[in-house]
T-cell receptor, first 116, second 110 residues
Framework: EAGVTQFPSHSVIEKGQTVTLRCDPI?????LYWYRRVMGKEIKFLLH????????ESGMPNNRFLAERTGGTYSTLKVQPAELEDSGVYFC??????????????FGNGTRLTVT | GENVEQHPSTLSVQEGDSAVIKCTYS??????FPWYKQELGKRPQLIID?????GEKKDQRIAVTLNKTAKHFSLHITETQPEDSAVYFC?????????FGKGTRLSVIA
């Protein structure tokens, strides 16, 4: 099966600009997660979709971040306007419905975002 | 919420030696503990996991132990090889989504 794919792999933008990250989960995976890793630190949870619904968005840092998953397939994460501290690697992960977070997550390769 | 502490942050071992990475968690409701390996520039990949109803699980050179009373779990890699070099993340799941430790950069020196 095709894995989780993320686009773009790298993005360099200036402070104040907008960036949209995309994630295509594994087909049939209802659970979709966004995580972020700032250099040298832990992988931090941002939010969790079950199909098109936001199950948990407690990790979203502020209202400059907007995630959507229209139709319950792919998801986008928009950062507007971007700040320097938003730099990091944004990972998307998916898993099957059964078991929720207690089933193995399949990660994408991540999008490395650099805000200058 | 859940807090996962991971030690050490870096670890260097000679090829053939063992490596041990330790994690502690705070949420007594946590009941699933996966370990992920991330090679440079690649995605985190699940290498082994353990659920709270078992104390130890082994898969070839990799083993994980869990002590629920003490709220800690460990990853053991025996007969290390250069390809084991990577960043390893522990994680736990309970009433919150997957929470990761800060990672351990393992270097296996040939």
């Amino acid at each position: 099966e095709a894995g989780v794919t993320q686009f773009p792999s790298h993005s360099v933008i200036e402070k104040g600009q907008t960036v949209t990250l995309r994630c295509d989960p594994i087909s049939g995976h209802d659970n979709l997660y966004w995580y972020r890793r700032v250099m040298g630190k832990e992988i931090k949870f941002l939010l969790h979709f079950v199909k098109e619904s936001k199950q948990d968005e407690s990790g979203m840092p502020n209202n400059r971040f907007l995630a959507e998953r229209t139709g319950g397939t792919y998801s986008t994460l928009k950062v507007q306007p971007a700040e320097l501290e938003d730099s990091g690697v944004y990972f998307c992960a998916s898993s099957r419905r059964t078991g929720g977070s207690r089933t193995p997550l399949h990660f994408g390769n991540g999008t490395r975002l650099t805000v200058t | 919420g859940e807090n996962v502490e991971q030690h050490p942050s870096t670890l260097s071992v000679q090829e053939g030696d063992s490596a041990v990475i330790k994690c502690t968690y705070s949420d007594s409701a946590s009941n699933y503990f996966p370990w992920y390996k991330q090679e440079l520039g690649k995605r985190p990949q699940l290498i082994i996991d353990i659920r709270s109803n078992v104390g130890e699980k082994k898969d070839q050179r990799i083993a994980v132990t869990l002590n629920k009373t003490a709220k800690h779990f460990s990853l053991h890699i025996t007969e290390t090889q250069p390809e084991d070099s990577a960043v390893y993340f522990c994680a736990s799941v309970g009433n919150t989504p997957l929470v990761f430790g800060k990672g351990t950069r393992l270097s296996v020196i040939a």
